[in-house]
């Protein structure tokens, strides 16, 4: 943790402070219950314990709606202090919880500062609003969106101070993730606050709808995941078919990965050029074992019947919503910026960029991996090899950000590209064919 991050988490709890006792002396409505508020206090504690990955990258809880019911119930600095009180004591249970899969503490006190600090904030400006408004629906609709902008607000700028990105891109991804979850929740938490004020039990038995849209979340990520892993498992069937490319999928992919990180890809964006180059050949399924195995060159009826497997793919991934954004990708990824690729021959910008991607990490797994019909080449011969094809056959960009990412690169003076030197000065004019 940097020092300018572990500042900026600590020194959030000033304003949040500051503003809860500026509260204390503003109008509003009348004190809330001590029950009803005891009872949300409790029920975001536990929310927060019980939280759901949307994402690879994100997780939620169901504790917004039990925010946005204390904002709408209570008095300002009441409401703030059922927030405070309810994140607390979630983050503090979270203190003293270990992950078992690394034995680390789930959350660190700095962790636990800079949370519950977040929370009070964006608490406070969503009461202000709420009762700024005269405390009625639009007021309410409202003062969700400045509760949710701020929360993520805040936690996207420590994001990108962490992972040195813009928060405004992680904020995008966020709110991409969980803005519909986070709306459903917040619709339970106004139905919270109207049927449980001045009483308790109706809050408890509002929770089972909430606790319902956090299952419904649960299924919905896990059939996600499990749509994947299955296609996914499809794929690495497909490699497996032939000895030469067991890891051809997962090599590419992990090499697509690390060209759109260079090129400093949206995390949105990454995962989706990952899940495409993952399941890139899967329409090789299709392709017959004496063409697929062929040792020699194919002939041109071979050769037209591998050309269909970018579109077999997408035919078998059109039927997962997963991958409706990645269909694109696998579609386009053996066309040329030259024009002359398959099956479409698109050219140049056409060719969507992640699509550019994994064409090169598609060939250089190929030139760098055994073939039935030769060994793999040297990293610096293939590495020739994409440079020769820079700009007709690959994307220049592409190329130089690949290159960027093989050890030993450094920059050409005055370029924008990085290679290494030596081996691409002793490799230039090698000519190799490439097969993906």
């Not at 400006?125 to 969106?145: E, K």
């Not at 929740?185 to 139905?191: E, Q, S, T």
Request: glycine share 8%; net charge positive.
């Amino acid at each position: 943790m940097t020092p300018l991050l572990r500042f900026y988490l600590l020194v959030l709890a000033a304003p949040a402070v500051a503003l809860t006792v500026a509260l204390l002396g503003s109008p509003g409505a009348a004190p809330g219950d001590p029950v009803v508020m005891a009872v949300l206090v409790v029920l975001g504690a536990v929310a927060t314990n019980f939280p759901v990955m949307v994402s690879p990258r994100y997780q939620a809880d169901a504790a917004p709606a039990v925010y946005l019911a204390a904002v709408l119930l209570f008095a300002p600095a009441d409401a703030v202090a059922v927030i405070g009180a309810s994140g607390l004591l979630g983050e503090g249970s979270l203190c003293l919880r270990q992950n078992p899969a690394t034995g680390h503490r789930r959350r660190a006190p700095i962790d636990l500062v800079f949370n519950t600090s977040q929370l009070m904030l964006s608490g406070c400006l969503a009461v202000l609003v709420y009762r700024g408004l005269g405390a009625n629906l639009p007021g309410a609709i409202l003062a969700g969106g400045v509760m949710y902008a701020t929360s993520t607000a805040l936690v996207a700028i420590a994001a990108g101070l962490h992972n040195q990105r813009n928060p405004i891109e992680i904020w995008a991804e966020v709110a991409a993730a969980e803005f519909k979850q986070t709306a459903a929740l917040y619709v339970a938490g106004y139905l919270l606050a109207v049927l449980s004020n001045q009483r308790p039990w109706l809050a408890v038995a509002m929770m089972v709808p909430v606790a319902a849209i956090q299952i419904a979340l649960t299924r919905t990520v896990q059939l996600r995941e499990q749509t994947i892993s299955a296609v996914e498992s499809m794929a690495d069937v497909v490699d497996r078919r032939d000895p030469y490319t067991g890891r051809h999928s997962q090599s590419v992919a992990d090499h697509s990965v690390r060209i759109a990180r260079a090129m400093r890809l949206p995390e949105s964006e990454i995962e989706l050029i990952r899940l495409a180059a993952r399941v890139h050949d899967l329409g090789k399924i299709a392709v017959p074992d004496e063409v697929l195995h062929k040792h020699g060159r194919l002939t041109e009826a071979e050769f037209e019947l591998m050309k269909k497997h970018p579109e077999t793919g997408v035919e078998i991934l059109s039927k997962f919503p997963e991958y409706r954004r990645g269909r694109e990708l696998v579609l386009a990824h053996h066309e040329r910026i030259d024009g002359l690729g398959y099956p479409r021959g698109l050219s140049g910008k056409k060719i969507p960029l992640g699509a550019r991607i994994i064409a090169v990490a598609d060939s250089w797994d190929a030139m760098t991996s055994d073939r039935p019909y030769r060994k793999a080449l040297d990293a610096e011969v293939a590495l020739a090899e994409l440079l020769r094809g820079r700009g007709t056959q690959w994307e220049p960009a592409v190329v130089d950000a690949f290159a960027s990412t093989l050890p030993g690169a450094v920059p050409m003076a005055g370029r924008n590209r990085l290679v290494e030197l030596r081996p691409v000065l002793r490799s230039l004019g090698a000519v190799v064919g490439v097969v993906g």
